[in-house]
């Protein structure tokens, strides 16, 4: 996968981190490709111009989307759904139009209901951001070293997927090929889960926290590094959780169970074998 994708002209709908970055990217892979942003927030448009992360501002859907033969959805997920009537009706019939929303059992059906000619809708979700949202954080090495789930079949006949899977690997992103329902159910373990335990371990310390500060005052950089994810807004996790509700109770309760088994281990010495565990899979991770 080292020959240039066959995009020249990349219409970017929503330009903050995910999207900004993308474009950032986009750029640096393929210098003579042109990049159009839409945003719902004329600022940041302006912001995505100072970056150099586009080259031109477009305040209508429509008319960014028109010439397009790549469009990179980066929307909330309700924006997402909401978009797609208007890009598969707007957009080019050789495009191929994608997006990065955290879950796709529902982007990808609204896909499928308005999706019905020869434009292509592929399905995708960069594992990558930071606790902080906006244009400002965007980075063009984002994607690096990170997977990036697509909903097809990595054998796909499509060119136009074939080439979108070069271009991330360009990025340094790994692909990863699934369909939506197993993704919605790993990114409900490994991501969604995560976010909530911090976001409930955030609730907990502060409950216990006095009026001399304590126990938060002896707090050190581990609890600091546990709680990172808490720095998420609400809004960009609202439509994650509405659109993944069963994947995300059922990974709760299996945290559930998990908590129970160390709090019935307490005082014997089953908890080495649950550290062992912990340890084997915090060195995988770090492969």
């Avoid at 066959?6 to 219409?11: D, H, I, Q």
């Avoid at 995560?194 to 371990?201: C, D, I, N």
């Avoid at 002896?218 to 809004?235: E, F, H, K, T």
């Amino acid at each position: 996968m080292t020959e240039t994708p066959g995009f020249r002209r990349v219409a970017i709908l929503g330009t903050g981190l995910i999207g900004g970055s993308f474009a950032l990217a986009v750029r640096r892979s393929i210098p003579e490709a042109f990049v159009v942003g839409w945003d719902r927030d004329r600022n940041a448009l302006d912001r995505a111009m100072r970056r150099g992360a586009i080259h031109d501002v477009v305040v209508d859907v429509e008319i960014a989307v028109r010439a397009a033969d790549l469009v990179y959805v980066s929307l909330p997920i309700g924006a997402v759904i909401e978009a797609i009537a208007t890009v598969a009706r707007t957009v080019d019939p050789r495009a191929l139009v994608t997006d990065s929303g955290s879950t796709k059992v529902a982007i990808c059906r609204a896909a499928a209901e308005h999706f019905q000619g020869e434009a292509r809708f592929l399905g995708g979700h960069p594992m990558a951001g930071k606790e902080h949202s906006g244009i400002e954080h965007a980075s063009v090495d984002l994607f690096q070293s990170a997977p990036y789930a697509l909903i097809a079949n990595e054998d796909s006949p499509d060119e136009r997927v074939r080439d979108f899977a070069k271009l991330i690997c360009s990025f340094g992103a790994r692909p990863v090929w699934c369909d939506a329902e197993t993704h919605d159910w790993s990114v409900g373990i490994v991501s969604h889960l995560p976010q909530l335990a911090s976001v409930a371990l955030s609730r907990v310390i502060q409950d216990e926290t006095d009026d001399a500060e304590f126990p938060l005052a002896l707090a050190g950089q581990g609890l600091q590094d546990s709680l990172r994810l808490a720095g998420s807004p609400y809004n960009v996790w609202r439509d994650i959780v509405l659109t993944n509700t069963d994947n995300v109770a059922r990974a709760l309760d299996r945290l559930e169970q998990a908590i129970e088994h160390l709090r019935s281990n307490l005082r014997n010495k089953e908890l080495e074998q649950e550290f062992r565990a912990a340890n084997e899979l915090y060195r995988q991770l770090k492969k």
